[in-house]
């Protein structure tokens, strides 16, 4: 703000603007917040706590209004002292700042229990980066759906692609090349499933009559891929709109009743399963 009057002004901080999961978020955004009047600062911080501190310096010099962010490092401690209104997306980082995000492991758990359900008998993970809690959540929805349903062996199943689908690639045609039972793929996010479909198809296995496959954040190219992704869906475009609502009732001073809105995810059934 400048001088307690309002530049109209908003930050975005996303870790990784190649990931198609944040340019949709970020167009909801800004498609929101200019219907209010307001422009928006895109910040790619790599998800490296330094930049995003250094961004929100250089945002505050701006004079915004406030800030949404994507982050797992920014601690609730420092950042409230930061004196702007904040909210966090994607990646809840304690009660104190409010968050727009979906539960990640209930997710998971049903995305799993889909592909036992379409008749897999060996289900592997393809896990985002362990360090950023929804990927973990990721993780621990896959083994509380392999553990309800009593699955063997599963440990050596489970593989990182840190959100990235050249290292999902390379990791699951070693995993395919060396287990030739794996009949099912619960990758931890879209672009990851697009390096596991690749990987499949080098490996020699046929979607989804050898190996069926379900990603997780439902972006566009899921649609685009061949076959067509079956997906863990979250409601991207509604999420980053909420996340706006909540940033403008802060910023405006409006009475502030929500703090944490959760949304529900489903599943989008296409072609990569039976
Ligand atoms: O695609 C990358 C992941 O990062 C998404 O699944 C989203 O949840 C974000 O945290």
């Known amino acids: 703000s400048l001088y307690n009057k309002k530049s109209y002004t908003i930050g975005l901080i996303v870790p990784d603007i190649m990931n198609p999961f944040f340019p949709e978020l970020a167009r909801s955004i800004e498609d929101e917040m200019n219907v209010h009047g307001y422009t928006v600062i895109l910040c790619n911080s790599d998800a490296d706590a330094k930049k995003e501190e250094h961004y929100l310096d250089i945002l505050k010099q701006k004079y915004v209004d406030g800030v949404i962010f994507v982050s797992h490092t920014l601690k609730q401690e420092s950042i409230k002292e930061w004196g702007l209104p904040l909210v ?5 980082i304690g009660e104190d700042i409010p968050s727009v ?47 309800n349903t009593n699955q063997k062996n599963y440990e050596e199943l489970i593989i990182n692609g840190y959100y990235q689908w050249k290292e999902a690639e390379k990791s699951t045609y070693t995993l395919l090349k060396n287990n030739d039972s794996i009949d099912g793929i619960f990758a931890g996010n879209d672009i990851m499933a697009l390096g596991v479909m690749k990987a499949a198809e080098a490996a020699g296995r046929k979607i989804p009559k050898d190996l069926q496959i379900i990603g997780f954040d ?26 706006c609502e909540m940033l403008l009732e802060r910023i405006e001073g409006n009475q502030v009743l929500e703090t944490m809105s959760c949304f529900e995810t489903r599943i989008i ?3 990569s399963t039976l």
């Open 101 to 147: 995000s979906v539960d990640n492991r209930k997710a998971a758990r049903t995305a799993v229990e889909y592909l036992i359900n379409k008749g897999c008998q060996s289900i592997a993970h393809i896990c985002g980066p362990s360090f950023i809690p929804n990927a973990n959540e990721r993780y621990l929805g896959y083994l509380d759906a392999m553990q």
């Open 269 to 271: 059934e296409r072609s």
């Open 218 to 243: 439902g972006v566009q190219i899921s649609e685009m891929l061949n076959p067509e992704l079956t997906t863990m869906a979250q409601p991207i475009y509604e999420m980053g709109t909420k996340a």
């Open 88 to 92: 966090a997306l994607d990646r809840p």
